[in-house]
């Protein structure tokens, strides 16, 4: 692994929309340097993006006055992003259907009750939500997870 294995890298951001490119270019700048492959950089971006656009129009109501907290983590050869949020926090259980119950469902079904988390339980080899003063979504990608099913 890189010289990067168990480096920190933080980042914050006002919560508005605007500045979501940034975490995204972090990101890819971090991924790459470890050596995840494209596809995977692709994955983790939509994610990431999908956890910061929800602390902006959820958390804050989309009224740009907070700010979002991310970290990337390398740790045994997998990549760790935690979104954190200071907004209104939710009850992920009450909230989100997980993955399995949207199984077989038609898709304008799932549409319905929201796809952003379901997409990062898709893209992403775990998703953690912990709720407390705000929300933190931590994100976890390992590197080469998908050749298994190549
Ligand atoms: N950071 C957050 N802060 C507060 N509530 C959130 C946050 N992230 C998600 N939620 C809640 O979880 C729900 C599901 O999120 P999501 O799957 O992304 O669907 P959508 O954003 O389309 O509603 C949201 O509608 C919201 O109620
Ligand atoms: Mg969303």
Same mark, same amino acid.
């Given at each position: 692994?890189?010289?990067?294995?168990?480096?920190?890298?933080?980042?914050?951001?006002?919560?508005?929309?605007?500045?979501?490119?940034?975490?995204?270019?972090?990101?890819?700048?971090?991924?790459?340097?470890?050596?995840?492959?494209?596809?995977?950089?692709?994955?983790?971006? =939509?994610?990431?993006?999908? *956890?910061?656009?929800?602390?902006? /129009?959820?958390?804050?109501?989309?009224?740009?006055? #907070? @700010?979002?907290?991310?970290?990337?983590?390398?740790?045994?050869?997998?990549?760790?992003?935690?979104?954190?949020?200071?907004?209104?926090?939710?009850?992920?259980?009450?909230? =989100?259907?997980?993955?399995? *119950?949207?199984?077989?469902?038609? /898709?304008?079904?799932?549409?319905?009750?929201?796809? #952003? @988390?379901?997409?990062?339980?898709?893209?992403?080899?775990?998703?953690?939500?912990?709720?407390?003063?705000?929300?933190?979504?931590?994100?976890?990608?390992?590197?080469?997870?998908?050749?298994?099913?190549?």
């Amino acid at each position: 692994m890189s010289a990067l294995n168990e480096t920190k890298i933080y980042l914050t951001i006002p919560a508005d929309a605007a500045y979501i490119d940034i975490v995204r270019l972090t990101l890819y700048g971090v991924a790459s340097k470890a050596g995840f492959s494209y596809e995977e950089m692709e994955d983790m971006k =939509v994610a990431v993006s999908e *956890a910061c656009t929800n602390a902006v /129009l959820h958390a804050y109501n989309d009224c740009h006055n #907070g @700010i979002i907290d991310i970290s990337f983590t390398l740790e045994d050869n997998s990549m760790h992003i935690s979104i954190k949020d200071y907004g209104s926090s939710f009850k992920y259980e009450q909230n =989100v259907v997980s993955t399995a *119950a949207h199984h077989d469902k038609p /898709l304008e079904e799932i549409a319905a009750g929201g796809l #952003g @988390i379901f997409m990062m339980q898709a893209l992403m080899d775990s998703v953690k939500v912990c709720s407390d003063l705000g929300t933190e979504i931590i994100l976890i990608k390992r590197m080469g997870g998908n050749e298994d099913s190549i």
